[in-house]
């Protein structure tokens, strides 16, 4: 069965600074896509970027990149100019062919001003 | 696009009671729908995997019997908790995809989740 860790809790960042959050993931697939999820306080999860295993090129979506290391199941999310707005869980996510989506435990991310 | 709603958004029942969630795609037909609990500061739980016009596929540990899944519809899945109990009480998070098509992702679009209290 796959799994999904993140070994971070808890992190925080200044406002307009750069953080990087850790995943690592288990799995005997090799054909696969990987997401970050952020569910702020509001609880609608929102999905912030996705990669798809097949594709060797980093997945960017404007301050949101990943570094995505396939042979070491590593996918990091690193978020450029932390902004208030920011500050939320997120959750690294594994899809299989199952289609299920396995959860990370999350990561409780704070912007301070 | 890809908008999914569920109501209510929280609801209170009695201990005993039977209640229901809606879950619906607004804007695609979703051939498949996810439901999942959320407990506080824990992630997320999948439950069951419903595919319209066929019977949910449930998670190991997950009573069926108490929890009643309903796919009668591409834009519609309902989740009924009956006989419900104070430790049913939670947060239920459903999600739909769509597939096929020049639009074929494996996105799942998420719901803004259903708080359960049991009282």
């Known amino acids: 069965a796959q799994t999904v860790t993140q070994s971070q809790p808890e992190m925080s960042v200044q406002e307009a600074e750069t953080v990087t959050l850790s995943c690592t993931y288990d799995t005997s697939e090799s054909d696969y896509y990987l997401f970050w999820y952020k569910q702020p306080p509001s609880r609608q999860m929102i999905l912030v970027i996705r990669q798809e295993a097949y594709k060797q090129q980093n997945a960017t979506e404007n301050r949101f990149s990943v570094n995505f290391q396939k042979a070491a199941k590593s996918f990091s999310l690193k978020i450029s100019d932390s902004q208030l707005g920011d500050a939320a869980m997120y959750f690294c996510?594994?899809?299989?062919?199952?289609?299920?989506?396995?959860f990370g435990k999350g990561t409780k991310l704070t912007v301070n001003p | 696009g890809a908008v999914v709603s569920q109501h209510p958004s929280w609801v209170i029942c009695k201990s005993g009671t039977s209640v229901k969630i809606e879950c619906r795609s607004l804007d695609f037909q979703a051939t498949t729908m996810f439901w999942y609990r959320q407990f506080p500061k824990q992630s997320l739980m999948l439950m069951a995997t419903?595919?319209?016009?066929?019977?949910?596929?449930?998670e190991q540990g997950v009573e069926k019997d108490k929890f009643l899944i309903n796919h009668a519809s591409l834009t519609l899945s309902t989740l009924t908790v009956t006989s419900a109990h104070p430790e049913d009480s939670s947060f239920y998070i459903c999600s739909a995809r769509t597939s096929g098509g020049l639009a074929y992702t494996y996105e799942q679009y998420f719901g803004p989740g259903t708080r359960l209290t049991v009282t």
């Open positions: 996510v594994f899809q299989g062919g199952s289609e299920k989506l396995v």
């Open positions: 419903s595919n319209e016009g066929s019977k949910a596929t449930y």
